[in-house]
């Protein structure tokens, strides 16, 4: 198990900074070990769904640790006083959840939620149930303050977790205690209020906008704002694309091509922090794996390894939204671990009428910083990263 690693590129968020100032989480990034390419992040539901722009320094930012591009987290607290927990800032799900006290071995060495230690703890207890592309969770829902970056929201309901069974290895060894959804309500389970639309409805945060900066180092730490973006994050000015639908982060798939062939006739794209790879129909990824020369998992053919020898020499990956293409070298959707080079695709075959459609998950999102604007009928903007940007300590 110690070879293996665990793909679902997991998000999330830690602390500092004031009301109506640029909240800056950071986001750590982890390696698990389990070879593992679940696609995490996309909600379930059969697949099928309920599933004024600042440019400027302005929101609260919030560091993101790295994982050997495989797992982004960062701390949340629950409570009064705050209970700590490092969660998954996760585009493709709606819901808050942590691990609670009547989890108990089942939850491994994660802390818990206990609502006896809080103050501000309201009870609810409806049964709560979430289906992962990798398995279901459950537990019972509860109602109480979370604090993210130092913006404390009040009475935000969640779900305490007592059943991980869906999420094996991926939870019990990975750095992420729970998942803090920030797709739209209407594909939140229970239809509950998303934590950053009550930051919205509390006056939290001065935009509607929330923007994700991951790094690709090993053990640095990349960075999510919240009610703004960074610009010292990108290069150029960013590129924006209508979305699609209002439930998870989609917009319009003009083209996918590898070499300058197009390799696709899907025609949605879900832009998702939760998923650590890009994923798409299993017959596009088996056709271009079979161009690149990478080969599937004995046990798991819809993902594949390939020669690290041939990376330097693999054709551009070229993804057409609104009009705009956006390149990603072969060094940029392979991931070398441990002197292994994973292909940084996985098939996955959505039905009609969610899919056909791609995920850009993490492997994207690396390459280009992405911004999530709520205004209106919702857009995504996008441009290269800056490289030479560090997240300061905090």
């Known amino acids: 198990m110690n070879k293996i690693i665990l793909l679902s590129a997991l998000l999330a968020l830690t602390a500092c900074v004031q009301t109506h100032a640029l909240l800056r989480v950071p986001l750590n990034k982890h390696h698990p070990a389990d070879l593992r390419l679940d696609v995490m992040g996309l909600q379930d539901e059969d697949y099928r769904g309920p599933w004024s722009v600042q440019d400027g320094p302005t929101g609260t930012p919030v560091v993101v640790n ?34 609670s006290k009547t989890c108990g071995l089942n939850c491994g060495l994660h802390p818990e939620y206990d609502s006896s230690q809080s103050s501000t703890y309201v009870a609810n207890g409806t049964v709560f149930k979430i289906m992962y592309g990798s398995g279901p969770v459950a537990g019972f829902l509860s109602q109480d303050s979370v604090n993210v970056g130092g913006l404390v929201v009040t009475n935000q309901t969640f779900a305490e977790i007592n059943d991980v069974s869906g999420l094996g290895l991926a939870f019990l060894v990975g750095k992420f205690d729970g998942i803090l959804g920030l797709a739209f309500q209407s594909i939140s389970v229970d239809d509950i209020t998303t934590v950053f639309g009550n930051m919205m409805a509390q006056g939290l ?7 994700f900066y991951l790094s690709a180092t090993d053990g640095s730490q990349g960075e999510l704002v919240l009610g703004g973006t960074d610009p010292n994050h990108y290069t150029g000015e ?6 699609t639908s209002d439930t998870y982060w989609e917009t319009a798939l003009d083209d996918l091509q590898l070499g300058g062939k197009s390799v696709t006739n899907a025609t949605k794209v879900v832009l998702d ?11 596009d990824v088996a056709a271009l794996a079979a161009a690149v020369g990478a080969q599937p998992f004995p046990l798991r053919p819809s993902e594949y390894t390939i020669d690290c020898s041939k990376v330097p020499s693999l054709p551009v990956l070229t993804v057409v939204m609104g009009g705009n293409s956006f390149d990603l070298a072969g060094a940029d959707y392979t991931l070398n671990v441990q002197g292994i080079c994973l292909f940084g695709f996985t098939g996955i075959d959505i039905p009609a009428p969610r899919g056909p459609l791609w995920i850009m998950g993490d492997v994207f999102i690396r390459k280009y910083y992405t911004v999530f604007d709520a205004e209106g009928s919702g857009r995504l903007g996008f441009a290269p990263v800056n490289p030479g940007h560090k997240v300061s300590q905090q």
């Open 205 to 211: 945060v001065e935009s509607p906008q929330f923007a």
């Open 66 to 99: 790295d994982f050997s591009n495989a797992q982004y987290y960062g701390p949340i607290s629950v409570g009064t006083p705050g209970q700590n927990f490092n969660v998954i800032f996760d585009t493709g799900s709606s819901n808050l959840w942590v691990p």
């Open 238 to 243: 960013l590129v924006w694309v209508e979305l």
């Open 273 to 283: 922090t939760g998923t650590s790879i890009l994923a798409g129909p299993s017959a």
